[in-house]
């Protein structure tokens, strides 16, 4: 008898055991799986974070891929607010902020830094001649503010471009700003070549669709009269970035160099990019570069056949 109560007892401890590990397991797991992304569910739920938890400082090179717009979307509205009146020429003063689905404020320590910046934003005209890349500045209420002087009339588009802090999850959203008179229709000049304050600007462009169907490479070379050193200074974590605008912008690339280097060619630098897209038709491909503290916007164009 004595024997049997021994044998129960044991038998009740071990069942102790187990639920104890059990409990213990899932009490270690819950905040583990509770920390992964969930397609667009994941959009839609915040915590307050510390904006250091992720810092995609620069993403690399495999963010070459066209997003279309109209095919692609994202739980995530960018509001655009201004009290000034917009025309041609004169510089104007905006408000955005970003909205989930269910009408929460995106913070600004929720969002991580891509290529140096929390947020991107890719303003270009009708025409596709006159383009603007702005950083916004961080404001009270979850709000931010950026300024610029449009060059034309008509529906500018504004693409956002940011990342979550807690995923990593990338988000592109895009808006309109409403310059007052006639817009002009669409330039789709074929553009290789520019030549900017004495400096050369060429672009080759080099269709590999036969082998890949969407890879296109693309090569920027610069240099300057004379063989003269050409002063390059990094801009947003790199020598040189590119950004692809369709002909009726349903979506952009934005592209950065396969040859990351901390040193380049001073007299002639040179910089290959790679376009992902499944679209052929004529595309605006902005280049920028930064010499002597100044941005420059350099504008290529190129008919793509896939």
Request: some cysteine; aromatic content about 12%.
């Amino acid at each position: 008898m004595r024997n049997i109560k021994i044998i129960s007892l044991f038998k009740n401890r071990s069942i102790w055991i187990q639920m104890l590990v059990i409990t213990l397991g899932f009490s270690l797991l819950y905040p583990i799986i509770r920390a992964l992304p969930g397609a667009e569910c994941g959009f839609l739920h915040f915590e307050n974070l510390d904006e250091s938890t992720i810092s995609n400082e620069f993403c690399g090179d495999t963010d070459n891929g066209f997003i279309n717009l109209e095919e692609v979307s994202f739980p995530v509205k960018l509001n655009i607010i201004t009290n000034d009146i917009i025309n041609a020429g004169y510089e104007a003063n905006f408000t955005i902020n970003f909205q989930t689905l269910s009408g929460k404020n995106l913070k600004n320590e929720q969002l991580a830094k891509i290529h140096t910046e929390k947020i991107h934003l890719l303003i270009i005209d009708p025409s596709l001649q006159d383009y603007h890349h702005k950083h916004p500045q961080q404001l009270k209420n979850n709000k931010f503010s950026f300024s610029f002087t449009p060059k034309f009339s008509g529906d500018y588009f504004v693409f956002a471009e940011l990342a979550l802090a807690k995923t990593g999850s990338a988000i592109i959203c895009r808006n309109k700003i409403t310059v007052s008179g006639e817009s002009q229709s669409p330039d789709n000049s074929v553009i290789m070549s520019q030549l900017i304050d004495g400096i050369s600007f060429d672009m080759e462009f080099e269709d590999r669709s036969n082998l890949t169907d969407t890879n296109n490479y693309l090569t920027l070379r610069i240099t300057s009269n004379g063989n003269t050193e050409v002063p390059l200074e990094k801009v947003m974590g790199a020598y040189a970035h590119l950004v692809a605008f369709d002909e009726s912008r349903k979506g952009f690339a934005h592209m950065h160099p396969l040859n990351i280097s901390e040193s380049v060619d001073p007299v002639s630098p040179r910089f290959e990019f790679l376009l992902n897209t499944k679209y052929q038709g004529y595309y605006k491909i902005w280049a920028q570069v930064r010499i002597f503290g100044k941005d420059i916007y350099i504008p290529f164009g190129k008919i793509v056949n896939i």
